[in-house]
């Protein structure tokens, strides 16, 4: 495809806004213009082309060329992102929020629940709030700290559940109960099979002998089951062993675990599955609205079939497809891996970044709203689908951008000898683009001017603008500084002009305070920023300009901790 005249138009509304712009952030505008992921690799060297041309242009020739360009921008029109109609509407709706508590929840699967809550408030209905806590796998256990990270995620993200909230382990004698009554219907046995012979059977479609035992049998069995070794017996829905689906195959109900569980202890040894619990309990709590994933389609068919036993009403329930988020720096969104590393030390927390937890996200100084917009934009979407993190990202700009005060960051400090400089104590700068009446003074140390090493390397020997400054031309080599020198090195320069040119603009510190970043990937970017973020308060937002968005978390001795929320 040629969509030379895009690029540009995107590279340079970019370059406009925030000084430089790279390949990655209009490669994802193109799909709007008709670009397909087949495609990339085609068009990835003109876009860098380009970015490169741009990135070279003076201010005054971006401006002009914008102008000749900006009629290829596609301009997503502002509205009201509607959810779709749901069936069966009426005054008296109940939806469920059911998170099984093995960790955090992340965006990706705080999808569902924030689905759940939009309908309830779209339709004023209830919401309940239950810990799926029975007992798990060995591999995904209950996390005791998921009884206060769940809820305080929830009521971040502003969900509205009813109060108290429920819990699974709590309501074992009520699962008990119907589980004997599934026996005395002659719908459940107790099998004591072989793990390796069940799986056998079941590919197969073979009864085991177990699925003959009488009624009676079956009622002794299950009262003997609750003194039984683990592993010894099951509890198995009579579904049919021909059925076409070999996982519908006679399901498991009930197993035995010894494993201690943080609620409740070693109370209980006996542990429904979790489709067990749902079946009973969205007809008992009188749940009308069941939004799930695609990946639960045979545990609402166990829903139902149990439903149908008892000749209960079936609730509205409707599937949305799962969703990948692309473009975070490799992170798997998984509490299961999030749970084996924040066991094993390799995550700092729950809140470590590297989770994509809801509280990772809020440390990292993203808004709630945010989220919540972002999966009404996705909806109830029916097939499984890729949205690009930089959608969220997006979102949560238009909101923390109009707040967040601009201050310099200059990373792996090159201390500058300016030679011929100008004798400058301060210099007034805005504190955002947009507000040009607001303004702060940057007081300057005479000879204490600092760049980053990434700004030098790629500009020495040239001429360049210290952003809101003046002109120098950089030298072509630095040199390694030793003992305690607050940089890394120093390098020469000389001074040019004061007139604002069309060269390069890069960011300078004066009066330097020792600042590091914590990234998405867990790394820290150190460096110096500028003496006025001894202003800020933790958690506070703002934008170092030319760099990013970052949240400031706490002053760690004589460092000014920072999180990274997005460029």
Known sequence: MNLENEIRAYALRNSIEYGTTSADKILPKLFQHGLEKKEIGKIMPEIVKIVKSINALSDKH???????????????????????????ISKKMVFRLAPYPSGAIHIGNAKTYLLNALYAEKYNAKILFMMDDTIGSEEKQVMPESYTLIPAAFDWLNVKYEKPILCKSDRLDIYYKYALELIKKDKAYICFCAQ???????????????RSASV???????????????????????????????????????????????????KFRVW???????????HLLGI???????????????????????????????????????GIEGAKLSKSKAQKEVKSGAFTGWDDPRTWSIQSLKRRGFRPDAIRDFIKEIGLNKQDITVPIDALYAINRKLIDPESMRFSFVESPVELDVKEALEINEVEVQIHPDKPAHKRIVPISPGKLFISKKDFDSLKGQEIRLLHLYNIKLGKTATKLKGKSVANEKAKAIFTSEENKPIHKINWVSNPVKTRILMVDGTW????????????????VIQFERNFFCRFDKLNGDVYEFWFTHR
């Open 62 to 88: 971006k401006h002009e060329e914008f102008e000749r360009y900006k009629k290829y921008l596609i301009e997503k029109t502002e509205k009201e992102h509607r959810l779709s109609e749901l069936p069966n």
């Open 196 to 210: 390796e012979k069940l799986r056998d059977n079941r590919a197969n479609g073979k009864d085991c002998e177990c």
């Open 216 to 266: 009676e049998e079956n009622i002794e069995n299950w009262d003997k089951m609750f003194d039984a070794k683990p592993g010894a017996c099951i509890l198995r829905l009579k579904t049919s062993m021909q059925h076409p689906n070999p996982a519908f195959r006679d399901r498991v109900l009930f197993r035995i675990s010894d494993r201690e569980h943080p609620k409740v202890g070693k």
């Open 272 to 282: 429904p599955t979790l489709e067990m619990t749902w079946a009973i309990d969205d």
């Open 288 to 326: 009308t609205h069941i939004l799930r994933g695609n990946d639960l389609m045979i545990e609402t068919d166990m829903e139902k079939y149990i439903w149908d036993i008892f000749g209960w009403k079936h609730p509205e329930t409707m599937h949305a497809g799962l969703i990948k988020i692309e």
């Open 525 to 540: 970017v150190e460096g110096f920023a500028e003496e006025a973020i001894s202003t800020l308060n933790p958690g506070d």
